[in-house]
């Protein structure tokens, strides 16, 4: 401004005033900085306490400690494997059976509703979102589990897997050996890792069917009206114009969901049977990280709270390496899409 | 400015006031002392506190955070007492300057669903129990089961396997009479609060094994007797350690309390399964309170015997209407001898 003498100096007052201005936008950026660092730090403290508590268990079983299935406090020996196999495979059943339910609710809302129901049902999903998670285990084990054993595992059993009371193994079992076994039991009660799986695919669809509701909507008006004047069925316009308009937004929309699966806890804890015996099969019961930490810790001592700590480090690893992957596709999508 | 004034002025008057009050509550004679601990003896440790504070004053605060977190509690120092499932071994007291006697007695029970079985019609004894939850007995028509029980009508039906998912004193004391009756057990699955189950599926807490055994039919699992009796499930008679077949009911859970070798037991580090009376019921569990010899807050400390002393001679009442079973007064007798001779009052 100084080099401009044509023009006036400002008056002193508004030069206090641009300098008072410039400091209070400094210390702002600061605060706003910090609020950032301490979600950061909180993250960074959590996975090193964890790390840091489990550190006699990695210590003691080393590598062994991921790939042991043995969980024996009798021995004070412990594995991972059951655990996080039971984590991993909830959570994937939940989202295969999420994701077309919330991609469904998500169109009939944008595209096919009438205006007036529009509202009404996209409130209800939200309220849906905000149950707690232990109503949802009571609801899945006094009615849903018992639900589930008595007419859906049967059926399950007979036309996919091996009868429990070893009439005959079905068509599926004789011919689709990897499919049967995920359908046989000897187990003839409700709690079981498919069940847990669609406990937790209800407690997501919300999740997901509400972030693809909003990222629906912003497709615009005009490239879906020139499809529909194309020709197009609605179903085309869905899916030649909205879903790669939002695929990035819907894969962050699933893996929030799957995020939300892999840490889910009360309700997994009553509906899973909690047994830490491996088994290939969806219909027994099992265990995942959550829900062993809950059942174990307030009576845990010593390498057993360790073990337990290990694993609560295990859960960080695995929600990593799940928003890496999400990372990862969406970076490919952008790449394949030439942007 | 003027409303300002007042609105401190009534401030300074309401702290004077709660200065007041606090001042009062300090004065008065009521001791508050806290204890943490064991979520078995919760229900009626908290019924005691209610009437012992009504005839002292003195409020007691328990916590019922988990045997585990109880001792970690009392070792730290934070709390006037601890309570435990599982005894602390008489060396880890020494190391840490502590005491424990027992608190109250309950019993556990095995519970089935077989339809047609109704309570106190099935009976087992420990070894053939312990094959069933081993997964060795898998159905209930299995020979053994039925010659333990001529002429019950025994279905051809599969046995479920129910046990605690979460880590619990039942579990503890479940286990370790397991562990007592059959060698198997005890060599390959052993006992504590949580074990590894050979087979079956785990509800959390006593509602979630009921749960579980009320859906799953053939299925067989343990609860407190309390919850048994008070939820109407079909419990299972049991042939004790001097081979008598009993129902499980307060009679016989104090005669475990009384006739188990507490002579023997050092700082009544003794596990009361399978005790030897006639009429024992095997799967009796009590939990110890857990203190500091040498008193780290005597008027606390004293407040705390106090309180035990008082539960013991007066908590029939509470403690029953909860289902569990005051101790018998020839234990009480050795505990007070046991106070007497190891605490610093």
Redesign the interface.
Known sequence: MSSLPSVAAPPPDQDVRSRLDARNDRWFAWLLKGCALLVLAALLGAAFATLWGGRHAFSTFGWHFLVSPAWDPGTDTYGALVPVYGTVVTSLVAVVLAVPVSFGIALFLTEVAPGWLRTPIASAIELLAGIPSIIYGMWGLFLFAPFFAEHIKPWLTAYLGNNPDGDHPSWVYDHLPFIGKLFSTDYPFGASVLTAGIVLAIMIIPFISSVMREVFMTVPTRLKESAYALGSSTWEVVWDIVLPYTRSAVIGGIFLGLGRALGETMAVTFVLGNTLNLSASLLDPGASIASTIANQFSEAVGLQKSALMALAFLLFVVTFIVLLIARLMLRRLAIKEGR | MLNATTTVSRLGTAAVLAAATLLGANTARATDITGAGSSFVYPVISKWSAAYAEKTGNHLNYQS?????G??QIKEGTIDFGASDAPMSSEDLAKYGLGQFPIVVGGIVPVVNISGVSADQMKLDGQTLAEIFMGNIKNWNDPKIAALNPGLKLPSK?I?VVHR????GTTFNFTNYLSKVSPAWGS??????????PT?????GNE?VS??VR?????IGYVEYAYAKQNKIAWVDMKNAAGKVLKPDAAGFAAAAATADWAGAKDFNLIMTNAPGANAWPITATTWAIMYKKPKNAEHTKVVFDFFKWSYANGQPQAQALDYVPLPPSLVQKIEAYWASDFQK
Do not use: E, L
């Open positions: 955070v988990g045997s585990g977190a001792i970690a599969h479920t998912s979460d880590g619990s390959s699955v052993k006992f504590g609060t949580s074990v590894k189950w079956g599926v785990g509800g959390k979630g749960q579980y859906q799953i039919a053939g299925s």
